[in-house]
């Protein structure tokens, strides 16, 4: 089933480029009405304009969600443009950090990352739950790359501590609000080729040689295919996955099985191995 989002208000971070864009384009092209933020207004006119020509309607809102002033304001002038209140919020907005050893890293560039990458995503969720709480109705899509999957990564310490850290804080999350028909979930999107596969290039060395050769691979091949995440995101956000909160899905899991089945306690939960 190909479950339709007409005008269903959409709020995506990160928007302007990467997954995020992906999947802002994907909700548009299936009739949601999007709100795009990004901190660039070139990449945010970009990302508006495409989706534009592809027939869908978007609200840019240039914000940091390191602020959450800003972010509760872009959730407002939602409402105010789409005359309803967020029912979908994606968490896209993120930042690779230092590239290299732990000991070579300032404390500044840790704070930087934590705040865009940990405290980005708690901004949002705490900027639209209490409007999906009133509602008794809502989805959270929390974007959880390799840092959140993989049991070490070196030279990305900070990185994946971060994403540890928001695939933790969307299993507890979930819990809380369970009871207000509200889904809480992290997406793992597979290696793609975005900017930060440009930026583990050029750190080249410093990356560590498995890295790099995985970021060449997925500069070759392209990565995954925007097509498999976008299918995982509007399962996520679509009724089909009501009884599914909590969990980390990866795009190569059998996730389609969850739209029949019940999903056992422990399935999907913050993982230790790479998914083989």
Request: with cysteine; charged share 20%.
């Amino acid at each position: 089933m190909v479950h339709s989002f007409k005008a269903v208000p959409v709020l995506v971070t990160g928007a302007g480029r990467g997954i995020g864009k992906r999947l802002a384009i994907g909700f548009a092209l299936k009739g949601a009405r999007v709100g795009l933020i990004a901190r660039s207004k070139a990449e945010l006119d970009l990302c508006h304009l495409e989706i534009e020509h592809g027939g869908g309607a978007a609200l840019r809102i240039r914000a940091d969600v390191c602020d959450y002033e800003q972010v509760s304001a872009a959730v407002e002038r939602m409402r105010v443009q789409f005359g309803s209140t967020v029912q979908v919020l994606v968490c896209s907005a993120a930042m690779l950090g230092p590239i290299g050893p732990f000991v070579e890293t300032s404390p500044k560039s840790w704070q930087d990352i934590v705040q865009t990458n940990l405290i980005g995503v708690m901004n949002a969720c705490r900027a639209v739950l209490p409007n999906m709480i009133e509602r008794r109705n809502g989805k959270i899509i929390v974007i959880a790359g390799v840092g959140g999957v993989l049991p070490a990564r070196p030279n990305f310490a900070v990185h994946s501590a971060t994403k540890t850290a928001v695939v933790r804080f969307v299993e507890s999350l979930a819990e809380e609000v369970a009871d207000y028909n509200v889904q809480v979930n992290c997406l793992s999107p597979g290696e793609t080729y975005t900017h930060m596969t440009d930026q583990v290039l050029a750190a080249g060395e410093r990356a560590g040689w498995r890295e790099l050769e995985s970021a060449r691979q997925v500069r070759m091949t392209g990565g995954v295919p925007a097509e498999k995440q976008i299918a995982l995101a509007h399962f996520l956000a679509s009724p089909e996955s009501n009884h599914v909160t909590g969990r980390m899905i990866h795009v190569g899991d059998d996730w389609k099985k969850l739209k029949e089945k019940a999903i056992t306690p422990e399935l999907y939960r913050l993982r230790r191995t790479p998914k083989t």
